[in-house]
């Protein structure tokens, strides 16, 4: 059968359409099809079921009409009933849909236009849908494109298959960008939106220079060396951490590249920012040692509990540690995830003499002891009087100028001094009003029952009712930097674990939950 030109110019253009769009060309025909319907409809009406089907091969067009089976007709536009239908095929049944030819029809202006936009709004979905699941895949992605215009600092970037935008936010600082100017960027989200799939470049986030590197050095790109952290002042100085999983590769001067070719290329690609690299460590002490690079350190005392740790450094050191407007701590601070205080040795010094001066004070007062006795217990390293009262006779004996005698007086005056305390503690708690019951709470003691009635818990249903955050405090992140908030019982050292089972406990006394089953012993064990 010979075809028509009209008929091969509808197969052609739904090629080039598809083609040029790069979307499937049976999306481009059903978008045909669906125009054709709608054009149809308007010849011979709305409430009409118009089919259209186009063939792929010939490029043929049918219209036909679908007419559901009924037993007794309200609209022959819609409905046929059931003799009718079975004229036509004798299996049909009540339900049914029958199909009936359409003759075909000349299009008017006002249906062609119609078809026009559905067609145009049909491919503009598939080309939308088609970029969304292209690049929705390339999260994490470094691409490359050409900036097509510059709209109120913000870049927008011809990727080849879509567009992508480089946020004013997300530009280093004093970068300009020309139109035709080629640009690498990082892909950090892709969002469907009702414009069309946005595309959010960056050239700011820590891990393009992840990927940069990742390019520049193959060690990093077969998987011997790992970057394990990045921290990055965009534009000014950077920090990366690297660690090699094979003991003969040195991974900092794999990254660094012979007379630093590599991390040259990187240094280049990000508009001439320092970059510091760091050998990774899975002690956070050497980690933190090595990241504060090229600070020398002379101490490091870690808090784990609230990620925090004092770094004692020399004392003309301390403005090489913090960095210019603090830029080396903070990068180290991004880096390891600790926050970090810099002390200079004069500083800590000082701290010391302060703290040795309190705990003389301390055990002068509590002991009625001259000032001689109360600085020989602190220098031996002892921090409370409770620690001086349960300690083994023989350690207080064992300090020069103490004999047995004077340790056990010692001893004796600690415990009277505890004693006192207690019964002072006590005294408050009863004003206060807290149940004698709290005192069954393992791990309560009575001058944590004083700062719980203050604080308006005064009985197991109160502490029952308290989140292990209320009792020992919490942290969080602001503006960069960590906030922490007072709990109940801040200053009794206790950890979270520890409050978190005096509110079990106090639940179960409570009789909120069950105490939890013990495991029954081996068969073997109790016999």
């Known amino acids: 059968m010979a075809v028509s030109a009209n008929r091969l110019e509808l197969l052609q253009i739904a090629d080039a359409v598809a083609r040029e769009k790069s979307i499937d060309k049976g999306i481009v025909i059903a978008s045909m099809e669906d125009a054709l319907q709608k054009a149809a409809r308007l010849r011979y009406g709305q409430e009409t079921e118009v089919r259209a089907e186009i063939n792929q091969k010939t490029g043929e067009v049918r219209f036909s009409r679908l007419l559901n089976v009924v037993e007794l007709v309200d609209n022959d536009a819609t409905q046929i009933s059931l003799v009718d239908a079975r004229k036509r095929n004798p299996a049909a049944e009540v339900g049914d849909w029958i199909a009936e030819t359409l003759p075909p029809f000349d299009f008017g202006r006002i249906a062609a236009q119609s078809a026009k936009q559905v067609i145009v709004q049909k491919v503009r979905e598939a080309e939308r849908d088609r970029q969304y699941e292209e690049f929705k895949d390339r ?32 530009m280093i600082p004093r970068e300009m960008f020309r139109p035709g100017d080629r640009v690498r960027a990082y892909v950090y989200d892709v969002r469907r939106e009702q414009r069309g799939p946005q595309i959010f470049l960056s050239r700011t986030h820590p891990q393009l220079m992840a990927k940069l590197f990742r390019q520049e050095v ?14 990055r002042d965009p534009g000014s100085r950077a920090k990366i951490a690297v660690i090699s999983r094979d003991s ?6 794999a990254c660094v590249g012979m007379r630093g070719s590599r991390v040259q290329a990187v240094v280049n690609e990000l508009q001439g920012e320092k970059i510091d690299i760091i050998p990774w460590s899975a002690d956070a002490a050497t980690f933190i040692v090595n990241a504060l690079q090229p600070a020398e350190v002379v101490k490091v005392v870690l808090d784990e509990d609230s990620s925090r740790i004092e770094v004692v450094v020399p004392d003309d050191q301390l403005s090489l540690a ?19 205080d810099i002390l200079t040795e004069a500083e800590e010094s000082e701290r010391r003499q302060k703290e040795f001066v309190e705990r003389t004070n301390t055990f002068m007062e509590a002991l009625n002891v001259d000032e001689v006795v109360g600085q020989l217990l602190a220098s031996e390293g002892f921090r409370s009087v409770e620690e001086i009262a349960f300690v083994e006779p023989a350690e207080l004996a064992s300090i020069e100028g103490f004999d047995e005698d ?10 009277e001094y505890l004693e006192q305390i ?49 009792l020992v405090g919490w942290t969080e992140k602001k503006d960069g930097e960590t ?18 089972a005096m509110i079990m406990a106090a639940r179960v006394h409570a009789g909120w939950i069950e105490a939890a089953a013990e495991e029954p012993a081996d068969e073997t064990e109790a016999e």
Not at 141 to 164: A, F, H, Q, T, W
Not at 430 to 446: A, F, P, R
Not at 494 to 499: I, K, N, Q, Y
Request: net charge negative; aromatic share 4%.
């Open 483 to 500: 906030v922490k908030y007072s709990g109940f019982l801040d200053g009794f050292e206790l950890s979270r674990e520890e409050a978190e």
């Open 322 to 340: 913090i960095g210019r407007r603090g830029q080396n701590v903070r990068l180290a601070s991004q880096l390891t995830g600790w926050d970090i």
């Open 422 to 470: 207690e019964a002072e503690h006590d005294a408050r708690r009863k004003e206060l009003g807290v149940s004698d019951d709290l005192k069954q709470i393992e791990g309560v003691t009575t001058a944590m029952l004083v700062k719980l009635g203050e604080n308006d818990v005064k009985s197991v249903e109160d502490l029952a009712g308290c989140a292990t955050d209320d």
């Open 406 to 415: 004077t340790a056990a007086e010692i001893q004796n005056r600690a415990r």
């Open 218 to 231: 193959p060690e990093i790109y077969d998987g011997v060396i790992e970057v394990k952290s990045v921290a």
């Open 248 to 253: 003969s590769i040195d991974p900092v001067g």
């Open 139 to 170: 999260i994490g992605d470094i691409v490359n494109g050409v900036v097509k215009r510059v709209e109120y600092g913000n870049v927008i970037v011809d990727l080849g298959r879509g567009e992508g935008i480089i946020r004013r936010d997300e």
